[in-house]
Nanobody, 126 residues
Framework: QVQLVESGGGLVQAGGSLRLSCAAS????????LGWFRQAPGKAREFVGA????????IYADSVKGRFTISRDSAKNTVYLQMNGLKSEDTAVYYC???????????????????WGQGTQVTVSS
């Protein structure tokens, strides 16, 4: 069974940093695109960024570009979301999502992803 488990969320002051992890199991890591999404209270789920487990290339939402970095550790089947310069508007539940992808393409819309973790809360205080 495919499982995605997020960790690393917490409370941080504005301007601070957090590193989220998404551990994947039951997958051939190099065949999957792994996306990060977030959902704030009263808001729709929003794309943050994505990485391909095989190619390692990344894409980002404009709102986080330059502040957030996605990376992977293939040996651990884990992807990371390094968040720097956090703002209050970054407060949300952050989700890891997986999409089987053999052509190295990455997607920005949640409907393209088949597997989801349970989320981890990130709260940024001002």
């Amino acid at each position: 069974q495919v499982q995605l488990v997020e960790s690393g969320g917490g409370l941080v002051q504005a301007g601070g940093s957090l590193r989220l992890s998404c551990a994947a199991s039951g997958v051939t890591f190099s065949w999957y695109g792994l996306g990060w999404f977030r959902q704030a209270p009263g808001k729709a789920r929003e794309f943050v960024g994505a990485i391909h487990g095989g190619g390692g290339h990344t894409i980002y939402a404009d709102s986080v570009k330059g502040r957030f970095t996605i990376s992977r550790d293939s040996a651990k089947n884990t992807v990371y979301l390094q968040m720097n310069g956090l703002k209050s508007e970054d407060t949300a539940v952050y989700y890891c999502a997986g999409r089987y992808n053999s052509d190295l393409s990455l997607k920005r819309v949640e409907d393209e992803y088949d597997y989801w973790g349970q989320g981890t809360q990130v709260t940024v205080s001002s």
